[in-house]
């Protein structure tokens, strides 16, 4: 059947002052969204055709194709670069969780200055790397507090097989306040009834935290771990300072971003920085979209 | 086109909730006649209390054996001393006149300064925009917003470099200047998208009386959204400053003369070439970390808030 609808039911009519509201509305967004499309999505644009060239300090020498690409395959040093980067990744981010886990589950507890140790234990993350980093060349240098409270005589930093892993342990420190908060977050999201029935199945805190918190906080887990390998693999500050940015002692410290870093600026091999920069980009990008489709998920379910 | 994806962050109540050291008992047991508990409560108190004791030390004894130091003459920093057995302000004095610390800390406050102002203004700007007034494209625009979020600094740095050695059209030299520095980092997605969700909670009640009144769209903006929006400023302000701050990554790219070093660039300098003045270098870190400090201290409940969307740092 039929219905007479009046056509003008479906015109679209306009609201009085409509253009203005519009117009003025394009003014107020005008300078960031020309900021965001000239500092950065044009510059992810540039990046990939800066990536198609070989080009030097004064500009583009030649469209070589996607042979940056595959020099970057072979290149012994971006190799060594991505050794180190994956390396420091899988030693941070258990290390990140797992300090981030504790944290959290300390100061969810009745304690007293509750408020204060929260506070305390974020602050590292609030610090800038530089200072960080300043304190970490300090406590960890060859007749620094560490070596003499442990009985040592390392040069942490300076030795090809401590300096990376000082540096993961720097960086799980520094973070793991961030990480505390997402694990908070992430406490504080499991209703209370599940443990009053597992304290009345007679379960004690250690069987507590480990059959009912641990599991029922995957979703915590899973947040935690993405955007510490995300954050794991773009290491550079740390590496950039306590190597002078040679990425030293013998290439132990050099992470990807510091290759993109010497490769764009002392070598001035832009095409090439930037190809690393783009395989960098991607990798990161399936972890943001993995993040998206697990949250997307739950939300849904 | 209706709703946008907006990025995954954990629950913005339960990260307020944290902000505010709000009571918060979840774990913590509820006192009931369950039998065994009293002991079991108990044990955890004592675990978490001996946990909280080494951790507190991890964490505080580094900024205060620091601190220490910054206070020592030269020669005592090769000792263990808890204190300095001699107080003196050399060390600061030192890096402040001889290592041009002074020079740095301007630097950085006029950077930090003009970026955290126009990021606020341009952010609550832009905010009120996508939050309220109504044009063609808006929502293609703020997806765009969202995803510069996606745009990882690293992938940035090759680009931005080569735009501000040569930029377009006007061939412009903005590297090692202060407008270059400033110009990348004038407004940020993450300080607008959080102003728009703020303004989005606040009722339109107000508005349509100042429109009522008269008032137009920047008045109305000016005199009644931004005054309601007071603390979303502030975290934002805090946000920004805190992040320029402390920037290490773009300051060593782009401010490459002595004249034009950031406070951490110039700590970072200093470090590569006096690493062993510990008393000097200690000072320069405790004037680096002093912004930070005090503004946590006065504002901490206003840092936390900005966590769940800014990430982590490398």
Same mark, same amino acid.
Request: proline fraction near 5%.
């Given at each position: 059947?039929?219905?007479?609808?009046?056509?003008?039911?479906? +015109?679209?009519?306009?609201?009085?002052?409509?253009?203005?509201?519009?117009?003025?509305?394009?003014?107020?967004?005008?300078?960031?969204?020309?900021?965001?499309?000239?500092?950065?999505?044009?510059?992810?644009?540039?990046?990939?055709?800066?990536?198609?060239?070989?080009?030097?300090?004064?500009?583009?020498?030649?469209?070589?194709?996607?042979?940056?690409?595959?020099?970057?395959?072979?290149?012994?040093?971006?190799?060594?670069?991505?050794?180190?980067?994956?390396?420091?990744?899988?030693?941070v981010?258990?290390?990140?969780?797992?300090?981030?886990?504790?944290?959290?589950?300390?100061?969810?507890? +009745?304690? +007293?200055?509750?408020?204060?140790?929260?506070?305390?234990?974020?602050?590292?993350?609030?610090?800038?790397?530089?200072?960080?980093?300043?304190?970490?060349?300090?406590?960890?240098?060859?007749?620094?507090?560490?070596?003499?409270?442990?009985?040592?005589?390392?040069?942490?930093?300076?030795?090809?097989?401590?300096?990376?892993?000082?540096i993961t342990g720097l960086n799980a420190w520094t973070t793991?306040?961030?990480?505390?908060?997402?694990?908070?977050?992430?406490?504080?999201?499991?209703?209370?009834?599940?443990?009053?029935?597992?304290?009345?199945?007679?379960?004690?805190?250690?069987?507590?935290?480990?059959?009912?918190?641990?599991?029922?906080?995957?979703?915590?887990?899973?947040?935690?771990?993405?955007?510490?390998?995300?954050?794991?693999?773009?290491v550079?500050?740390q590496?950039?300072?306590?190597?002078?940015?040679?990425?030293?002692?013998?290439?132990?410290?050099?992470?990807?971003?510091?290759?993109?870093?010497?490769?764009?600026?002392?070598?001035?091999?832009?095409?090439?920085?930037?190809?690393?920069?783009?395989?960098?980009?991607?990798?990161?990008?399936?972890?943001?979209?993995?993040?998206?489709?697990?949250?997307?998920?739950?939300?849904?379910? | 086109?209706?709703?946008?994806?907006?990025?995954?962050?954990?629950?913005?109540?339960?990260?307020?909730?944290?902000?505010?050291?709000? #009571?918060?008992?979840?774990?913590?047991?509820?006192?009931?006649?369950? #039998?065994?508990?009293?002991?079991?409560?108990?044990?955890?108190?004592?675990?978490?209390?001996?946990?909280?004791?080494?951790?507190? &030390?991890?964490?505080? @004894?580094?900024?205060?054996? /620091?601190?220490?130091?910054?206070?020592?003459?030269?020669?005592?920093?090769?000792?263990?001393?808890? &204190?300095?057995? %001699?107080?003196?302000?050399?060390?600061?004095?030192?890096?402040? %006149?001889?290592?041009?610390?002074?020079?740095?800390?301007?630097? /950085?406050?006029?950077?930090?300064? /003009?970026?955290?102002?126009?990021?606020?203004?341009?952010?609550?700007?832009?905010?009120?925009?996508?939050?309220?007034?109504?044009?063609?494209?808006?929502?293609?625009?703020?997806?765009?917003?969202?995803?510069?979020?996606?745009?990882?600094?690293?992938?940035?740095?090759?680009?931005?470099?080569?735009?501000?050695?040569?930029?377009?059209?006007?061939?412009?030299?903005?590297?090692?200047?202060?407008?270059?520095?400033?110009?990348?980092?004038?407004?940020?997605?993450?300080? &607008?998208?959080?102003?728009?969700?703020?303004?989005?909670?606040?009722?339109?009640?107000?508005?349509?009386?100042?429109?009522?009144?008269?008032?137009?769209?920047?008045?109305?903006?000016?005199?009644?959204?931004?005054?309601?929006?007071?603390?979303?400023?502030?975290?934002?302000?805090? &946000?920004?400053?805190?992040?320029?701050?402390?920037?290490?990554?773009?300051?060593?790219?782009?401010?490459?003369?002595?004249?034009?070093?950031?406070?951490?660039?110039?700590?970072?300098?200093?470090?590569?070439?006096?690493?062993?003045?510990?008393? /000097?270098?200690?000072?320069?870190?405790?004037?680096?970390?002093?912004?930070? @400090?005090? @503004?946590?201290?006065?504002?901490?409940?206003?840092?936390?808030?900005?966590?769940?969307?800014?990430?982590?740092?490398g």
């Amino acid at each position: 059947m039929a219905v007479a609808v009046p056509r003008s039911r479906f +015109r679209r009519r306009r609201r009085p002052g409509a253009a203005r509201e519009a117009l003025v509305g394009y003014g107020f967004v005008l300078v960031p969204m020309g900021v965001f499309v000239l500092f950065f999505i044009y510059p992810m644009v540039y990046a990939i055709y800066i990536s198609r060239y070989d080009w030097g300090i004064l500009g583009p020498l030649g469209n070589v194709g996607w042979k940056n690409y595959s020099t970057l395959w072979h290149d012994t040093l971006f190799r060594r670069a991505v050794k180190n980067t994956l390396e420091y990744t899988i030693w941070v981010v258990p290390a990140q969780m797992a300090l981030g886990l504790l944290l959290a589950v300390v100061v969810n507890q +009745r304690i +007293r200055f509750r408020t204060f140790f929260r506070g305390a234990f974020y602050f590292p993350s609030l610090a800038s790397s530089a200072a960080i980093t300043a304190i970490a060349l300090y406590l960890l240098n060859i007749n620094g507090l560490f070596n003499h409270i442990f009985g040592l005589h390392v040069a942490w930093f300076f030795d090809t097989r401590t300096a990376l892993p000082a540096i993961t342990g720097l960086n799980a420190w520094t973070t793991s306040g961030t990480m505390m908060l997402f694990y908070l977050a992430a406490l504080q999201a499991i209703p209370t009834e599940v443990y009053e029935a597992a304290a009345i199945d007679g379960a004690g805190p250690w069987r507590t935290f480990w059959k009912v918190t641990f599991p029922l906080l995957k979703p915590g887990h899973f947040f935690v771990a993405v955007v510490s390998i995300i954050g794991a693999m773009k290491v550079f500050d740390q590496n950039y300072i306590v190597s002078r940015g040679t990425g030293g002692p013998d290439y132990a410290t050099y992470s990807v971003v510091l290759y993109i870093f010497n490769t764009a600026i002392h070598d001035a091999k832009l095409g090439l920085a930037a190809a690393a920069g783009v395989v960098l980009f991607v990798v990161i990008f399936l972890f943001t979209i993995a993040q998206w489709v697990f949250f997307g998920r739950q939300e849904a379910a | 086109m209706t709703s946008v994806p907006e990025p995954p962050a954990p629950p913005f109540a339960a990260v307020e909730e944290l902000a505010s050291g709000g #009571p918060v008992a979840v774990g913590a047991a509820v006192p009931s006649g369950i #039998p065994g508990r009293a002991k079991t409560e108990l044990i955890q108190r004592i675990l978490a209390y001996a946990a909280l004791t080494v951790i507190s &030390l991890l964490f505080f @004894v580094p900024f205060l054996w /620091s601190l220490s130091t910054s206070f020592k003459p030269l020669p005592e920093t090769a000792n263990f001393s808890l &204190l300095p057995n %001699t107080w003196t302000i050399a060390g600061y004095r030192s890096a402040l %006149t001889d290592y041009n610390f002074g020079r740095y800390l301007a630097n /950085s406050a006029i950077l930090a300064g /003009s970026v955290t102002l126009t990021s606020v203004f341009m952010s609550a700007l832009g905010g009120y925009a996508f939050a309220r007034l109504r044009f063609p494209g808006r929502n293609i625009l703020f997806f765009l917003v969202l995803g510069t979020l996606m745009i990882p600094d690293q992938l940035r740095l090759v680009p931005i470099y080569r735009m501000l050695t040569i930029f377009p059209v006007t061939h412009w030299n903005l590297v090692d200047t202060y407008q270059g520095y400033w110009a990348i980092r004038m407004v940020s997605a993450t300080a &607008l998208f959080l102003m728009r969700q703020y303004f989005l909670t606040i009722p339109r009640d107000l508005e349509e009386a100042a429109k009522l009144d008269g008032a137009g769209y920047f008045k109305t903006f000016w005199r009644v959204m931004l005054p309601l929006a007071g603390p979303a400023l502030a975290a934002i302000a805090i &946000l920004e400053f805190q992040g320029t701050w402390n920037d290490f990554f773009w300051g060593n790219l782009l401010l490459q003369s002595a004249q034009h070093w950031t406070i951490q660039v110039g700590l970072a300098q200093f470090s590569f070439q006096y690493q062993t003045l510990w008393n /000097s270098l200690m000072a320069g870190t405790m004037i680096a970390l002093a912004p930070v @400090v005090l @503004v946590y201290l006065f504002f901490q409940r206003y840092f936390v808030a900005g966590v769940a969307s800014a990430g982590v740092k490398g």
